[in-house]
């Protein structure tokens, strides 16, 4: 049988006042994570209102990617890529994020 997925995602509230230039900037950030080993499926996007009471509204964008081991991920959490995006996201950030992991079925 294949190996389960880690599924790690991000949710960010950004600040207020960024332009979309900023927003962009900070897309692209997120999507050199593709650069480091063990990252699978990494997806980023707005969140999308449609109507739902029970939506994570306060957020605005998702990032979600997987990972085969934790050791993978252990490794990602220690990757310089990402300590990069995590030193530049208080420019873009309005609070820390929330993470939800999980192992898919």
Do not use: C, W
């Amino acid at each position: 049988p294949p190996t389960a997925s880690l599924v790690h995602e991000v949710y960010f509230n950004l600040k207020d006042d960024l332009t979309s230039e900023q927003k962009e900037a900070f897309y692209q950030n997120i999507l050199k994570l593709k650069g480091i080993p063990g990252v699978q499926n990494l997806m980023v996007g707005d969140f999308k209102n449609l109507d739902d009471p029970r939506a994570l509204a306060d957020y605005e964008i998702k990032m979600s990617m997987e990972f085969q081991s934790e050791k993978e991920y252990a490794e990602y959490q220690a990757h310089p890529i990402h300590l990069s995006l995590k030193k530049v996201a208080g420019d873009f950030v309005a609070a820390p994020p929330v993470t939800y992991d999980f192992i898919k079925k």
